[in-house]
T-cell receptor
Framework: GDSVTQMEGPVTLSEEAFLTINCTYT??????LFWYVQYPGEGLQLLLK?????DKGSNKGFEATYRKETTSFHLEKGSVQVSDSAVYFC????????????????FGQGTILTVHP | SAVISQKPSRDICQRGTSLTIQCQVD?????MFWYRQQPGQSLTLIAT?????????ESGFVIDKFPISRPNLTFSTLTVSNMSPEDSSIYLC????????????FGPGTRLTVL
């Protein structure tokens, strides 16, 4: 079945450090891939998205590239800030062959990021 | 930008009681979803609610425990029935396609504690 696996956390970094959070997926269809972020006490916000192989999603300095050959969608940021401290979720949305969604987002377990000044 | 709101934002309830959570969107959407996030865990889909049809429940979730209403294209409710402490979670609604197609957007969540 469909699944998403994220790197174990928590991740603790100093401000301006480079961030990588690994994400791999298994899918039977043609998934779109997402990163969501959950700040303390808040709901989930869409961070970025990619819909097909070799697509790169980017937002707020974060990037992730859809790698079909390695079934991965790793999140990166060149220089993190204290305000990036949050929980990051990788997710997939399976699309049928016609490109419309089945509607079910499958989430990874989440990675807690803490950035110190 | 479109707004998704949930009521209540949090509640503390006694076991055996029921709580109804509301989700309101400020534009019409076809598909709405309800997720559960147990403490320290990821999100799990409870059910999909399309207007004009019965909700579709995921494995492990049943209508008697989590009845859902979807009376129109901007509103849905999820009821957590006959609650136990194991139901303590954050419950989130999401909608698909508000800004980008095939993309889900989430409400702020309802934090439920059952004593």
């Amino acid at each position: 079945g469909d699944s998403v696996t994220q790197m174990e956390g928590p991740v603790t970094l100093s401000e301006e450090a480079f961030l990588t959070i690994n994400c791999t997926y298994t899918a039977t269809g043609y998934p779109s891939l997402f990163w969501y972020v959950q700040y303390p006490g808040e709901g989930l916000q869409l961070l970025l998205k990619a819909t097909k192989a070799d697509d790169k999603g980017s937002n707020k300095g974060f990037e992730a590239t859809y790698r079909k050959e390695t079934t991965s969608f790793h999140l990166e940021k060149g220089s993190v800030q204290v305000s990036d401290s949050a929980v990051y979720f990788c997710a997939q949305l399976n699309l049928n062959a016609g490109g419309t969604s089945y509607g079910k987002l499958t989430f990874g377990q989440g990675t807690i990021l803490t950035v110190h000044p | 930008s479109a707004v998704i709101s949930q009521k209540p934002s949090r509640d503390i309830c006694q076991r055996g009681t029921s709580l109804t959570i509301q989700c309101q969107v400020d534009s019409q959407v076809t598909m709405m979803f309800w997720y559960r996030q147990q403490p320290g865990q990821s999100l799990t889909l409870i059910a999909t609610a399309n207007q004009g049809s019965e909700a579709t429940y995921e494995s492990g979730f049943v209508i008697d425990k989590f009845p859902i209403s979807r009376p129109n294209l901007t509103f849905s409710t999820l009821t957590v029935s006959n609650m136990s402490p194991e139901d303590s979670s954050i419950y989130l609604c999401s909608v698909e396609g508000l800004l980008i197609t095939d993309t889900q957007y989430f409400g702020p969540g309802t934090r439920l504690t059952v004593l």
